[in-house]
């Protein structure tokens, strides 16, 4: 086997890292008014050559901005497009964790007119890690994480839908489709060769009890896996062939908890046969993740990155242990249309995950090590 030169690759990450402890002050310093955007954004700044030189130290290939100026992995871009908005309303998300339950409230979100795109988002952000990498970390490529159009649907459903500007939900997904559409050529013109489209709801939908809360807000639940495929193909298919896109799916990542169970069978079919991305960063952390047995649906071609290393906790991984698990997963789709990653970002919100920055490099190491020794 041999290193690829297109993304994904063999040693990837899913995107998010966890803040500095300075920023975090900061963040809390903007808030009470006591500093201004401007020392904010540079403060954000360093934060990110510092998680540059973090991910060129640790051996990788890929290299993000970690999220640094972001509160929320999904909810900063989402609100961004034109027509969303977020309401007084909330919702309220249950996670679980190897302690207990823990509850999240965020603003829901409200289209209130045409989907549109007014403005590359992230497109400043994207720039500067560009710029940061060609000087820190020349060999590295630069990935722009966004997540899925279909999290905007998976966020309050129909109802989030002003029944004057869409009485019908098909030019919502055409709409919507178009934006990223846009969104994807304007950040290849900016020079990412490199997209990620997170998304949690297609994750979410192998879960019977998240099916079931779809049901009730009335939504189609037994179907709406395959209309967010059809919105995401719709959204990428013109994509210039510079540009690489991968999704990412997991369960719920906040403060080291998850929302949701179950392994990849019910999407599996439709989810792998049909989406037309380069690759797909998929959570194998634990049971909750189910097996291997959903990839034989993988065709030719398609990449799968195995999400292996947990970032839900500071325990380092068993690097034997590892290379056996990517042997299992070798059985069902071939080696060479693998690849390895931790299972999800190692802080999906500002808080991040219970874990240190000494055991978040040491991960990423440890995944850089075990590729080299599995694919060379």
């Known amino acids: 086997m041999s290193q690829r030169t297109r993304p994904p690759y063999r040693a990837?990450?899913?995107?998010?890292?966890?803040?500095?402890?300075?920023?975090?002050?900061?963040?809390?310093?903007?808030?009470?008014?006591?500093?201004?955007?401007?020392?904010?954004?540079?403060?954000?700044?360093?934060a990110v050559e510092q998680v540059v030189a973090l991910q060129r130290d640790a051996g990788l290939t890929t290299v993000t901005d970690g999220e640094m100026r972001r509160a929320s992995w999904h909810m900063d871009f989402l609100y961004q497009l034109r027509g969303v908005s977020s309401t007084d309303e909330k919702i309220a998300v249950h996670f679980r964790n190897a302690a207990g339950d823990l509850d999240f409230e965020s603003a829901a979100v409200k289209v209130g007119e045409r989907i549109g795109l007014d403005h590359t988002i992230f497109g400043d952000d994207f720039s500067f890690l560009a710029e940061t990498a060609g000087r820190l970390a020349p060999d590295m490529t630069?990935?722009?994480?966004?997540?899925?159009?279909n999290m905007l649907h998976a966020r309050g459903g129909r109802a989030a839908l002003d029944p004057s500007v869409?009485?019908?939900?098909?030019?919502?997904?055409?709409?919507l489709a178009a934006a990223y559409a846009e969104q994807l050529r304007r950040v290849a013109d900016l020079g990412c060769t490199y997209a990620q489209l997170d998304d949690t709801s297609l994750a979410y939908l192998?879960?019977?009890e998240q099916r079931r809360a779809m049901t009730?807000?009335?939504?189609?639940?037994?179907?709406?896996?395959?209309?967010?495929?059809r919105t995401l193909n719709a959204a990428i298919a013109d994509r210039p062939d510079s540009l690489a896109v991968t999704t990412h799916l997991c369960r719920g990542n906040f403060r080291s908890s998850w929302a949701a169970e179950g392994g990849y069978d019910f999407v599996a079919?439709?989810?792998?046969?049909?989406?037309?991305?380069?690759?797909?960063?998929?959570?194998?952390d634990d049971e909750r993740s189910g097996g291997f047995e959903p990839l034989r649906f993988v065709p030719p071609g398609r990449q799968v990155v195995l999400g292996l290393v947990t970032t839900k906790s500071g325990v380092l991984e068993d690097a034997d242990t590892l290379k056996r698990r990517i042997d299992e997963a070798a059985q069902h789709v071939p080696l060479d249309q693998l690849s390895l990653s931790p299972q999800c970002g190692f802080s999906s919100t500002s808080e991040g995950n219970d874990l240190t920055w000494d055991e978040e490099r040491a991960k990423l190491e440890l995944i850089v090590r075990v590729a080299e020794d599995v694919w060379g």
Do not use: C
């Open 142 to 149: 630069p990935k722009l994480t966004m997540p899925s159009p």
């Open 216 to 229: 009730e807000r009335g939504d189609d639940a037994e179907h709406q896996h395959e209309r967010y495929v």
């Open 12 to 46: 990837d990450h899913v995107g998010s890292l966890l803040r500095p402890p300075a920023l975090l002050d900061a963040r809390k310093r903007h808030a009470a008014g006591e500093i201004e955007a401007a020392e904010l954004r540079g403060l954000e700044d360093e």
């Open 206 to 208: 192998n879960d019977p």
């Open 166 to 175: 869409y009485p019908d939900e098909e030019p919502f997904w055409t709409d």
């Open 269 to 284: 079919e439709v989810l792998f046969s049909e989406l037309a991305v380069d690759g797909f960063f998929l959570e194998f």
